[in-house]
């Protein structure tokens, strides 16, 4: 009787205070959200930026909360307001886009639904903000699209490199790498037919940090000093070649120092972490490419370049780009996103630096040697600085090669007819 009578109480205090909402996501109660109003008011009076910024997240909430109660004037309010101090909010500014687009405010939604056009990376947003603009001014999206596709060179249709698509894809990015592929190397490039699986990772995150933190230990340590350590757990110099015997050697040392159990259930902790995710090895996957889709030396395909969004290692590198050899190559996208470095999206230079990464990937693959010209698309780049420093072109002698290349295997072709 007691336990029903408490249940009863329980079940009139939930229904007295907590009238629920759900909100894209997010689920709040009446009360929350007549604090949440409170607190939006006070930080749009004061006019603090920097605390309006810090708190941004509060605004585009209660946005969220308006559009979705159709009280739309106040959801343009505050998406305005928050985009003021957080205009990066690619996903808001679309949002705002299609409010501005639904109470006729068509000139201003245009305005951002082309820079949400222009600049995200996301595939969804690019998507939805091309739907948006075609929908209020195709001719205005036929230009955004025509000052990218500059005046073609002609494709040589009979020498063909496809791109197979491993794992999930940008979509977008791929059809639009394909088309300034043509254009730049002037052969013909198709997809496969399929996706293939990215599988398992090759090579856990967590040993790149063990690496590391070994690194940091063993140069602060002198030769007698790791000696020493080494000798306290039974171990060898190459034991510490492989990522468990670092590991033994770290924990070692962290029991030594002062505070270092803290140190060491952290590192135990990021350890952990660093266990689920990982690094797909280039070789491994260019031998699998090998494998599924062989060469036929009479065919006109030249060769198989790879496009992915896994993260990729070869040998001891602690990243790569990108691997290729004669007639296969891979080409990750990974790094060169702006969420990876924590950049500002900008669709354009995500699709150039993978656009500078495939054809150099795509010039190996058809067997010209890297290239010494510092700036030439065919150079090597130590990292994300340098890649971004090389051209999209090709030097002069990269593009002879090419050319001799092309001029060559038609001539060999015409032979066989
Ligand atoms: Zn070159």
């Not at 909010?89 to 222009?118: D, F, G, P, S, W």
């Amino acid at each position: 009787m007691k336990k029903i009578l408490l249940s009863f109480i329980v079940i009139i205090l939930i229904s007295n205070s907590l009238t629920l909402h759900v909100y894209g996501e997010q689920i709040l109660s009446d009360i929350k959200k007549k604090e949440l109003i409170e607190k939006v008011d006070k930080l749009l009076k004061e006019g603090d930026n920097v605390n309006l910024r810090r708190n941004v997240n509060d605004v585009f909430l209660l946005g969220d909360i308006y559009s979705e109660e159709g009280e739309d004037k106040k959801a343009i309010n505050l998406f305005t307001e928050a985009l003021k101090v957080d205009a990066w909010r690619l996903e808001y500014q679309l949002k705002l886009a299609k409010l501005l687009t639904k109470n006729k405010e068509v000139n201003q939604a245009m305005q951002i639904a082309k820079i949400v056009y222009e600049l995200a990376e996301e595939e969804k947003l690019v998507v939805e903000a091309e739907e948006l603009l075609n929908n209020l001014d195709k001719n205005l999206l036929g230009k955004l699209k025509e000052k990218d596709i500059k005046q073609k060179k002609e494709i040589e249709d009979n020498i063909e490199i496809i791109i197979v698509p491993i794992g999930d894809v940008n979509k977008r990015l791929l059809s639009e790498l394909r088309e300034h592929l043509e254009k730049n190397i002037g052969i013909k490039f198709s997809f496969f037919k399929k996706e293939l699986q990215s599988g398992n990772f090759d090579r856990s995150y967590a040993v790149l940090y063990v690496k590391k933190i070994f690194e940091n230990i063993t140069s602060s340590l002198s030769s007698y000093n790791i000696e020493q350590l080494l000798h306290e757990v039974n171990l060898k110099k190459s034991d510490v070649d492989i990522h468990e015997g670092k590991i033994k050697l770290i924990k070692t040392y962290f029991n030594k120092i002062p505070e270092g159990d803290k140190i060491l259930k952290e590192f135990e902790t990021n350890l952990k972490n660093l266990e689920s995710e990982g690094q797909y090895d280039v070789d491994r996957i260019i031998g699998e490419l090998r494998n599924i889709l062989p060469i036929d030396k009479k065919s006109k395909i030249k060769g198989y370049l790879g496009i992915t969004e896994v993260d990729l290692f070869g040998c001891d590198s602690n990243f790569l780009f990108a691997g290729a050899i004669e007639n296969y190559g891979v080409v990750s996208y990974l790094r060169f996103k702006a969420i990876f470095n924590g950049e500002t999206q900008n669709r354009h230079r995500l699709l150039e630096r993978t656009l500078k990464q495939s054809l150099s990937s795509t010039l190996f693959i058809l067997g010209i040697p890297r290239c010494i010209t510092p700036n030439c698309v065919h150079g090597y780049p130590n990292n994300l600085y340098e890649h971004d420093q090389k051209s999209v072109e090709m030097c002069t002698q990269c593009s002879d090669r090419l050319n001799s290349y092309i001029k060559h295997n038609l001539d060999v072709d015409s032979v066989k007819k």
